[in-house]
């Protein structure tokens, strides 16, 4: 960058007051300037935004490459600080950019805007900054999010300007179980030069990924695609928008297995008996990239998502596994010209590798060990105090979706945000900050909490326990605009939380791995009702909505809106529906209520045909896949076409269950800095209670605790249950104390181990309980109290029920 056009942008940032700037069809600052020697990714971005601001206002938006700064040419100048500049920005700013990364600094001077950044990346950024702030969406390919004409643009600007950078350094996402959408979509549709997820499709990725403050990709892998390297093109396309490339869980050393693997040529992927294959397979790729921007997978597990080949004991596995690494480490100090430990080097403790980490398995100090969830949002460890000391940090890998038991989650993206806000915030609380990768199947449909996660991995800190339905809101202002911004996120947030009771993709209680029938919901007839009243109210508020959305938005509003919450409320009436047929003994009624599971079925086929057919113009055909895996859930159900009459049997309470929000507590005791707050957006509850800060500790001596008050009218024996969700402790050591009027406390161990049945049904509906038998001998107002003995546990709800009451699902008021 010329030394005079630098130097230019310091003075005029040092006397900047900033307030609004302003860009309309009369502007004479509708004008973009660019470094003429700037990068040509960052030439990238600033013509994009500018043909996104023609499109709003109205007119041409030049982009001129330019040496100096003359006075009369007024606009955006976009630019990167070399660090001959950083001296004289360090007396004006509270800021260093010299070798900063991936910073940026937005202010206003006058007519001009400035965006300028420490480093290629971080100019990109501040300029999709700047889009976004402006109402420019990042899916406005991926979503069809197009800029709408206005006459103007306004960007608000603090008084000091925007100065950003990232809590996490790698954020980026992993394209998993692609067999049913993304692959097939580019194969057919969108690249069938290819036939392929290649360097076309790729591109598209990376610009989102570049509009999402994202950097990193975990290319798709399944057998149903060919290996990224091995595409040409697509090595090429991540260097041409500087994506870092690594590799899953169970592609070590930046290899496929799946598709690279040939047993014919190399034999069993055995390190126990085939070493020699096993390094000359890895050093072909490693030294096929040495010169590449990769974060590098170490370690080895199966060809796919699989334990180690070769029968061992777990202390032979430890001892291998550490040989493996050093061996792994030898080949990238031989091939690629750097000390070993700048190398970005991962280690992705996943499934049974964590137990063979808790066997003592060392890890060098300078990899970055990556913690991992259980696959539906729990995350199974996080780093202690020693391990937060290592060189090498750590991160997250978390599933917004899955393949997988005890069951898949691949259809609708129903994650409650306020689960992936709990975890990630624990997470990054106890030192994950190195990197943070979310599985995100095929992208779409799970636009917006890939975003929620990747905004939250920009900044930890935008998005905190009170404001997680905010961004929700302000997500959808930008999509739809503000006046139906609220009763969208409105929709959304009681989606999310309805799912958080059953997903969509669990409604026929089968299972998965071994696949089993689906079969009656443990919904009572009174909840399956309240919940088909429910989804009901969703519909209607969308079609409600949609009458208002501009037209052309209404292909963006079905992708976002529209798809998913019809979706999950089909399936939701596929399946009570049928449930309700079955129960019913009026063989009139019985037939009325199979039409409706039928007519559920054949909506569900109907708005997926739409989705791939009609909307976009065929742009989405093959994108959408209304049975992945075709699992029976996708099915019709049978069960209720059964010429059998039922008889139900009426049972009745003798006292009503008193049901109770974790977050109605009538007194909260915390411990040692510890306090007690309400996280909105998370649980059956949308309010669950749990410790504040997250990290990790325990408390051996006093107990934070929060207390009850509930009233009983009559005398008898009773029991207490409690749901909490089924997060994780590193030592499987959470522990409960319930006690009620000051009786001596009953203490509970919570955690659940692997993958045992308990967490498999905790895990599918997202809470695990305990139960505590009372007697009350004087009626009036009682007293409960709950002790833990850690952070990490989250509340929910809590119910009072007469001994052997009848089991309910969902706890309400």
Known sequence: MNKYFILLISALLASCQSKNFTINQDSSNANIYVDSNADELIKWAA??????LEKIIGREIPVNYVDKILPENKGIYIGQFNNELIQSLEDNFDTDLNNAWEKFIIKKDQDNLFIVGSDIRGTVYGVFDVAEKIGISPWKWWADVHPENTGSVTLALPENGIIDSPSVQYRGIFLNDEDWALQPWAAKTFEPET???GPKTYEKIFQLLLRLKANTIWPAMHPSTKAFFTIEGNRAMAEKYQIAIGTSHAEPMLRNNVDEWDHEIYGDFNYFTNKEKVKEYWQKRIFETKNGNNVISMGMRGIHDSGMQGNATQEEKVALLENIIQDQREMLTKTIDKPIEEIPQVFTIYKEVLDLYNNGLKVPDDVTLIWTDDNYGYIRRLS?????????GSGVYYHLSYWGRPH??????????????????????????????????DIKPGEYNMEFFLDLAWDVNSINESSIKKHLVDWNHREFGKDKAQEIADVYEEYYRLAFLRKPEYMGWSRTEPKTSTKMTEFSPEEAQRRLDAYAELVKKVEEIKVNISKERLDAFFQLVEYPIKGAALMNEKFLYAQQSFLSTDATEKKALAKKSQEAYDAIVSSTATYNKTISGGKWDGMMSMNPRELAVYNMPDYHLADTTVSVENKTELHSPKFIQASEFSEAEGAENYE??????????????????????????EKPSLSYNFNIEKTGTYQVELRFLPTHANNFDHKIWLSVNDSEAKAYEINTKGRSESWKENV??????????????????????VS?????????????SPENHQEFYEIVK
């Open 47 to 52: 013509n994009d935004i500018a043909k996104d």
């Open 195 to 197: 036939g392929d997820i």
């Open 384 to 392: 202690n105090k020693d391990e937060r000391q290592r060189k090498g």
């Open 408 to 441: 898949d989650h691949l259809w609708l993206s129903s994650s409650q945000p306020g689960l992936t806000w709990y975890e990630m915030s624990r997470a990054y609380q106890n030192g994950a900050n190195k990197i943070w990768i979310a599985n995100v199947g």
């Open 676 to 701: 007690w707050k309400v996280i909105e957006g998370l649980g059956y509850s949308n309010a669950s209670v749990t410790l504040f800060p997250f990290e990790n500790h325990v408390f051996n001596t």
């Open 764 to 785: 599918l509906r997202n809470f695990g309980s305990i139960t505590y038998p009372i007697v009350i001998d004087k009626a009036g107002k009682q007293t409960i109290k």
């Open 788 to 800: 833990v003995n850690q952070p990490g546990i989250v509340l929910d709800q809590l119910a009072i």
